[in-house]
């Protein structure tokens, strides 16, 4: 998930670290190597996602670890339900983040208010998410252990959208094992990455 080491300050050039939640690191390598960006992607545990007040103190220790090296620190990460935290952090640290509540509003950028107008009870995936459902969601919620709590986390949820960066027919499979799981209907929407490479793009260009 970090690329490797930057060069010293001294070579002269503006050197980047992408300081990326877990679940979003793999994409922005993508977009890093697509791009031709001097950069590199330090990532944060995506399990922070389940404590969101570890959030904001993680991410300030990826900025200090990242200044001994990279004169410039960009934040690949949402609000994610820091309750403002993160960004209080950002402003103290000086460092700016992609604009968004979370990764699936990046995702889906102009569509997002569409899905939740039209559902506010959606549960998202992404192709993230997909993989890593049975650890993330079954296994780490417990409910491969205590099957009735897929009701009192998932109860009020009406439907599951996979918002998909790839087209992937194994992974379009995965996310319909998952909603059987759920017991939620499943509607699958192609967005690739969405915002999250155009916002990228500008921060890069800024």
Known sequence: ???????????????????????????????????????????????????????????????????????????????????????????????????????????ADGQFAEIMHQAPGTFFLTDFLVRSFDHLVIENLGIDRHPELRQDYFGHYTRLVYLAQTDDPELVARARKASEALELPLEVRYVGLGGLEARLVEKMRG
Do not use: F
Not at 19 to 39: K, N, P, S, Y
Not at 67 to 90: F, K, M, N, S, W
């Open 1 to 107: 998930m970090v690329a490797p080491s930057a060069p010293s300050l001294s070579s002269g050039h503006r050197r980047t670290a992408l300081i990326a939640c877990g679940a979003l690191a793999r994409e922005v390598l993508a977009l890093r190597d697509r791009h031709g960006w001097d950069a590199d992607v330090l990532g944060v545990p995506v399990l922070l996602h389940n404590r969101p007040e570890g959030i904001a103190p993680a991410v300030r220790r990826r900025i200090r670890q990242a200044r001994q090296a990279h004169d410039r620190i960009i934040v690949v990460y949402g609000e994610c339900g820091t309750r403002g935290e993160l960004d209080d952090v950002l402003k103290e640290e000086g460092v700016e983040r992609l604009a968004g509540p979370h990764c699936y509003e990046m995702y």
